[in-house]
Every structure is written in structure tokens, then in C-alpha cells.
């Protein structure tokens, strides 16, 4: 897929409902990964940069997370309950557990 085309799908996956909920929240994105920031920091500069192509910019009008178990697969289910407590509007991620996807199926999730 192309990161435009990702970038589109994101943006349809936030729903109207937590936006129009609080209009003075900024939208949360999440990203959730199994490996070690390092690994994954081209795919989130990439993100990042789609969006403030689409007029998006982290800190300004939405707000960007990282979250990664550092290869550690046992803390996905604890990283999973602290992605849940921030209450993001989008999670996006590699690789989700079974533990995240079933605690909050209203939160859409991208991988």
C-alpha cells in the first residue's frame, strides 16, 4: 500500500464521534510495536510526514505517541492496557496482540 493511500485510510478511520465529542481535544494517534524504536523510526518519520502533508503536524493540531516492547513480547499485554489509558483515536502498529484488540474494539487500529 502506498503511504498516501495510508495516510487516506487513516483519516477515515478516526471517528467523528470522539472528534466532535471534544473539539478542543487534538486527535491521539498511537503507534504500538513489538520491536525497538530505532527499528521503526523510518516508518514513523514516514507517517509523520504524510500527515504534515495532509496539514497534520504532530503537537500542533494532533498529537503522536510511540509505544514499543523493545522486542520483548511479553509486555505487549502491559503496553496494550497503557495505549488504552491514553484513550488515542487511532493505534497504529506492526503487529497488535490479542490482549489490545480484544479490551477495545471501539479504538481503531491500523497495521
Known sequence: ???REFLYLLGAA????SVLADVTAKPRIVWL??????RAQSFVADLKLGLEELGQSDGKNIEFITRFAENQF???PALA??????????????LLTRSLSRR???TPFLL
Not at 497503557?82 to 483515536?89: C, S
Open 1 to 3: 500500500m502506498r503511504r
Open 14 to 17: 478516526m471517528p467523528a464521534s
Open 33 to 38: 510495536g513489538t520491536g525497538t524504536g530505532s
Open 74 to 76: 511479553e509486555r505487549m
Open 81 to 94: 492496557e497503557e495505549v488504552i489509558r491514553l484513550q488515542p483515536t487511532v493505534i497504529v502498529g506492526e
Open 104 to 106: 477495545r474494539r471501539r
